[in-house]
């Protein structure tokens, strides 16, 4: 009985290119070899894909073929195992399905016969050392780029703005193109905080300027616009910048500008959401899940005495807490970061010191600073001296002088963030005790807006109440310190020593600002 056959080919631009694979070779063999044995073509597929995967056009066609025709192909012939797959465990898969169909999958110049159990460890071979020559040959490459980019060389697809060219010595280079223009417009326009993110992007777009939504944030953000190329961090290296041999198309200040701003509207964006203004439901939005951990809803249910309200999970997991025993809580929860009036000279003798060592140690902190920038424009200067005397090759010279900028730039990123305890911040400082001192009070009788942005202030995280508790939670630095120094006192209105509190160790970045409150 004449045996039947699907005769499949495959390459690879890039395989075509080095290898000298041929389509049309590999079928005149594939061709010859059935006629020698006296097989019948049933079929011929080809692709022109990477074998890194079975998710290639011919090949999904010729296996909608077997399934379509079941029972009338006994053969897959194709050159070698390489042209049926780089990737080991797709191919074991694979050959499963081809099985299950009653087609032999078979390599005319690897021939093995799979029913001797011997030949499973010959095609083992056969499968895998072409996924080990593509992992060896992608981990020289992306090596390759890597060394490249840490000599200034951009050797990726050009990102916006830029072109991709060759030098006069025939390397990888970046050019700005009439994109470029566009690119410092954006850059420009974000700087004066007069549109959202997205707004520029259309405004762009208009002009004749194309960025997917998705990109155009990453764009803002990517140092290449400076003349700079950030290296991703790996297992052994973590991440730097490098000053690249490309134009810069913006100024630094203007790239660093733009990234303040960028931070200051994710931070504000991704401020938990005040989801209430009803009474009832004044703490939704700011419970978490005591089980899932996802943020809990606020809703209303009716029953036999009227509406109830609940705080609930939506995440599945059918946790519900009665919204009056989680709101009674929370305001007995207040009454203890009541100061008591006992300490409020011993607070304010305490800011005074702190005062005073915030201001020496500013000073003391400045001078440090000031000593670490002079070392780094020393080494900077003797480093050109160097190169300039050809004691350091030009690569070695690059490397370190991009090292020594980013930490001259960081030094002076520390001395721009220095905070100094001013006299202002102590006197705000004073009013935020006794802000403090009347917060139940003042919680009570404010209407839902303040309540939710007095608990916003107070509290770093979302809470947790379980167990008719309110569990740890993160405070307010102020708030901290006000409650460290009760605990401190040691005793309770009564003349008592309190129970140890379960507030969190953990202090927050942030003053409380009672000033924003509107009371």
């Given amino acids: 009985m004449t045996r039947k056959a699907i005769i499949y080919t495959r390459v690879s631009t890039d395989e075509q290119a080095i290898r000298g694979y041929s389509l049309r070779d590999q079928y005149e ?48 012939l194709f050159i070698k195992w390489d042209r049926f797959s780089r990737n080991a465990t797709e191919s074991y898969e694979m050959l499963n399905i081809l099985k299950k169909l009653n087609v032999e999958a078979q390599a005319v110049e690897q021939p093995l016969n799979l029913e001797i159990p011997e030949n499973k460890l010959m095609l083992a071979l056969f499968l895998a050392s072409p996924e080990v020559e593509n992992d060896r040959r992608s981990m020289n490459t992306k090596a390759g780029i890597r060394r490249a980019n840490k000599e200034g060389r951009w050797c990726n697809a050009a990102p916006k703005g830029y072109d991709n060219k060759r030098d006069d010595d025939n390397k990888p280079v970046i050019v700005p193109n009439k994109d470029a223009d566009y690119i410092k417009q954006a850059f420009e326009l974000v700087s004066r905080k007069e549109y959202a993110t997205d707004q520029i992007r259309r405004m762009l777009a208009k002009q004749g300027f194309y960025c997917c939504k998705a990109y155009f944030p990453k764009m803002l953000k990517n140092p290449i616009y400076i003349g700079k190329i950030k290296i991703l961090g790996d297992k052994s290296e973590v991440e730097t910048i490098v000053n690249g041999n490309h134009q810069p198309i913006i100024s630094e200040e203007l790239f660093y500008t733009v990234q303040d701003i960028l931070d200051e509207r994710y931070k504000k964006a991704n401020k938990p959401k005040i989801q209430s203004k009803r009474q009832e439901l004044l703490l939704r939005g700011f419970l978490r899940c005591p089980r899932c951990g996802k943020i809990l809803t606020g809703s209303a249910s009716r029953g036999h005495g009227g509406r109830y309200y609940y705080y609930h999970c939506s995440n599945g997991c059918k946790e519900r807490i009665r919204a009056t025993g989680a709101n009674q809580k929370f305001i007995e929860l207040l009454h203890e970061f009541k100061p008591k009036d006992e300490i409020k000279v011993l607070y304010e003798t305490i800011l005074k010191d702190l005062l005073k060592e915030c201001e020496s140690g500013a000073q003391v902190n400045a001078k440090v600073t000031d000593s670490e920038i002079k070392k780094i424009k020393t080494r900077l200067e003797n480093l050109q001296d160097k190169f300039a005397d050809n004691l350091i090759e030009v690569a070695d010279y690059s490397s370190a002088r991009s090292r020594y900028e980013s930490q001259f730039n960081e030094l002076i990123k520390k001395k721009k963030e220095e905070v100094h305890l001013s006299k202002d911040i102590y006197d705000q400082l004073i009013f935020s005790f006794s802000f403090m001192r009347g917060l139940p009070y003042v919680f009570s009788e404010a209407t839902v807006d303040v309540q939710q942005r007095i608990i916003g202030s107070i509290f770093k995280d979302n809470l947790i109440f379980s167990d008719n508790k309110y569990r740890t939670y993160k405070l307010n630095s102020i708030v901290e310190l006000i409650c460290s120094i009760n605990k401190a006192s040691g005793r309770n209105e009564k003349g008592q020593f309190s129970k140890n509190s379960e507030l969190s160790s953990t202090v927050a970045g942030r003053g409380l600002e009672p000033l924003t409150f509107g009371l």
């Fill in 29 to 76: 063999k594939l061709k010859a070899y059935c006629i020698i044995h006296g097989i019948e073509e049933v079929a011929h597929y080809q692709d022109d894909h990477s074998a890194k995967s079975f998710e290639r056009p011919e090949f999904k066609k010729l296996l909608l073929y077997l399934r379509q025709n079941k029972g009338k192909v006994d053969l897959l």
